[in-house]
């Protein structure tokens, strides 16, 4: 082999090896996908979530695994001409059994008989927990007023359950309490102030707050010098929009609660994340000054922005949270985020037959620990007591009223 | 862009084929007057520093808004040459090499967010490279290399819930040093090392060049991790002044001998 040879062969290998590149994969937008067949909605679903869900660097569910596994069974339903509701349910019960994200929930509509199905894997691990129980949000806002020296009594109205009562603190002093249901006060407050509500539905707000309901503190109870601690109970809160979270709960401490860290996908790749930043929440400018007691009631069924709440009083020098280990879902999401973070909420129900509500901001503590899945830990354990329930006793709340009182 | 880089690689692997074979007669011998000062069977050592330029190839779907555009860098290291024949060198560099990129959003509410990734390797390529000239010598060079990703620094803007909720910007800001995941980055490198350079005798012993390498990386930087993985490329282009030194006989020695 002469020099002209080598020379030649080289360029020749140059050539070739320029190549050796992977070629670059085509892959559908789960976000906007038109679905024909049971395979595709499957092949859609399990694209989006393996593309966009935050939690695949801890989750232990196989996912490359599973979609070998579930893939004949959506093939079964196409070759059979459809599958029952059962069917079907079933299948997307497996398909997200195990997940971490406790947001989650899959629903999806049966292409021969039109019915939603819908598949939540917290679903599968809530309810298996020792001290789960349901909701008595009614059972136990009935009692409020029945309560020993409980005064001033309001409520709201079915757009906003929210109430709110004054109880005996100690030494003369009083304790502001206020409950709501979900995390809609400021846009129901801007729908008092169209007009297209009544006043009433944000009375106990107005009460605990001030006349500005989401302002911060300004003239309602809480921040008056009669009142010695105020009690936020978010049993049975399902969440809501993060924009309360500062006029309603940051409000209670003149300091900025330092929760930990958040981040969000970077790419379409399973583990493509942005870095960890800070996740700080600045006090609300009208807020208490730091002398009163702040107590968080929570439970198991308080969940998302119920949970972030929970952090946030955990971190205020005079807060304590007492109740029960919150739901898990601790994990922020913006709805259409898909398109902005290529991450959480995708596809539509009514256009497309599908839609998956999940998560897509991550966040751990100071320690980099995921609540995720786990939930918030009470600084004070108290489980919900049903026995106490039937006999007209809120055993929770009474713990709260306790602790203010007695310190211990 | 990955279709203008084998096309530009075709061109330099047909300059480097024509460039050998220019040098050569039509009966295979070689015109040893176009190389006078070439060091027959010796080697020479030296070493090299610039700057590069480094495009990370990634196909991002449907996901248009993620612009990855290309950054500068850093580049170092040192070489050994031997010299077989008078227009043949074959060339082992350790280079450290610095393979940046940039990912910007090109979407309305995230438009702030952005992220530049400074990657640190260190690259070893080994290549055969022909030249030809008398006071100033034209080189062309192909080889491989192989490397290791050694570490790299994330700095940019995010989207965090603390600028959401409170709009506490400063929140948006990150600047540290990049945490490797071993399940996901691949931190072996390999690929093509080819370009091409000009040679100037300096001193007695002393050459000084000026290169410029195209590392053409055919390893994924993402380990085979998930089935539907899009693969991710660097490409880094480099321009190097180096400074060898001739080991061995003197430089008119090297001269004498080449001319016999």
């Known amino acids: 082999m002469n020099a002209h040879t080598i020379k030649i062969l080289l360029a020749l290998v140059a050539v070739a090896a320029v190549g050796c590149r992977k070629e670059a994969i085509e892959v559908v937008n789960p976000d906007r996908h038109f679905c024909y067949t049971y395979v595709d909605q499957f092949e859609t679903i399990w694209t989006g979530i393996d593309q966009g869900y935050l939690f695949w660097d801890r989750d232990t569910v196989d996912w ?31 398909m997200v059994h195990g997940l971490l994200d406790h947001h989650m929930y899959v629903q999806v509509k049966n292409l021969k008989t039109g019915n939603a199905v819908y598949a939540d894997p917290a679903w599968d691990e809530v309810p298996f927990r020792d001290y789960y129980h349901y909701t008595f949000f009614d059972q136990q806002v009935a009692l409020l007023k029945t309560m020993e020296g409980v005064t001033e009594y309001n409520e709201g109205n079915d757009y906003f359950r929210c109430y709110s009562a004054l109880f005996p603190g100690s030494n003369g002093k009083k304790i502001a309490y206020l409950r709501f249901r979900s995390f809609s006060a400021s846009s129901t407050a801007r729908a008092v102030s169209y007009g297209s509500l009544p ?17 911060g503190v300004t003239n309602g109870w809480a921040g008056r010098d009669a009142v010695e601690a105020v009690i936020i109970d978010l049993r049975g809160n399902g969440g809501g929009n993060l924009e309360d979270i500062r006029p309603l709960i940051c409000s209670l401490t003149p ?154 | 862009m990955i279709e203008m880089v084998k096309r530009f690689l075709l061109l330099m692997a047909g300059v480097a084929a024509l460039v050998g074979a220019s040098a050569q007669e039509n009966d295979g011998t070689f015109r040893s007057s176009m190389f006078p000062k070439e060091p027959i069977g010796r080697w020479s050592v030296g070493v090299f520093g610039g700057m590069d330029n480094n495009t990370h190839v990634v196909n991002v ?135 091409f350079g000009l040679r100037m005798a300096f001193a007695k012993k002393i050459d000084v060049s000026v290169d410029m390498h195209w590392y053409y990386g055919l390893t994924d930087v993402q380990k085979n991790y998930m089935t539907n993985l899009n693969p991710r490329y660097n490409t880094t282009r480099a321009i190097q002044v180096g400074i060898s030194y001739w080991l061995g006989k003197k430089n008119g020695e090297r001269k004498a001998k080449t001319e016999n």
């Open chain 2, 61 to 195: 779907g449907y996901a248009s808004d993620m612009k990855y555009t290309s950054m500068g860098g850093t580049t170092a290291g040192l070489s050994a040459g031997y010299h077989p024949t008078g227009w043949l060198t074959l060339r082992g560099d350790v280079a450290w090499v610095q393979k940046n990129y940039r990912l910007d959003r090109d979407s309305y509410y995230v438009s702030f967010v952005y992220t530049e990734s400074t990657n640190n390797y260190l690259l070893v390529p080994v290549a055969a490279e022909i030249s030809f000239g008398r006071t100033f010598r034209v080189a062309a060079h192909i080889g491989a290399y192989a490397g290791y990703w050694l570490t790299g620094k994330r700095q940019g803007q995010s989207l965090s819930v603390s600028y959401l909720v409170s709009g506490n910007e400063e929140d948006t800001f990150f600047d540290e040093d990049y945490q490797f995941d071993e399940t996901r980055d691949n931190r072996f490198d390999a690929g093509l090392d080819f370009g």
């Open chain 1, 255 to 408: 300091s900025r609660s330092d929760i930990g860290y958040t981040r969000h996908k970077e790419g379409l790749g399973r583990l493509d994340y942005s870095s960890w930043t800070p996740f700080h929440i600045d006090s609300h400018p009208n807020h208490l000054d730091g002398s009163k007691k702040v107590v968080l009631l929570v439970d198991v069924n308080s969940v998302s922005c119920s949970e972030l709440s929970a952090c946030i009083v955990q971190s205020m020098p005079h807060g304590t949270v007492i109740g029960e280990r919150t739901y898990g879902a601790t994990c922020p999401l913006l709805p259409g985020g898909h398109n902005m973070l290529y991450s959480g909420v995708f596809g539509d129900y009514g256009s497309l037959g599908y839609y998956v509500y999940t998560s897509n901001f991550d966040v751990v503590d100071k320690d980099y620990k995921s609540l995720e899945g786990v939930g918030v830990t009470p600084d004070i354990e108290c489980l919900f007591d049903f026995t106490a329930l039937q006999n007209g006793r809120d055993n929770q709340l009474e713990r709260a009223l306790e602790y203010i009182r007695t310190g211990k």
């Open chain 1, 199 to 215: 006043a009433a539905t944000i009375g106990p707000l107005r009460w605990f707050y001030g006349n500005d309901a989401t302002n």
């Open chain 1, 64 to 94: 490359d695994a599973l979609h070998e596994r579930m893939l004949p069974v959506f093939r079964q339903f196409d070759s059979k001409g459809g599958a029952t509701d059962e069917e079907l349910d079933r299948a997307y019960k497996q």
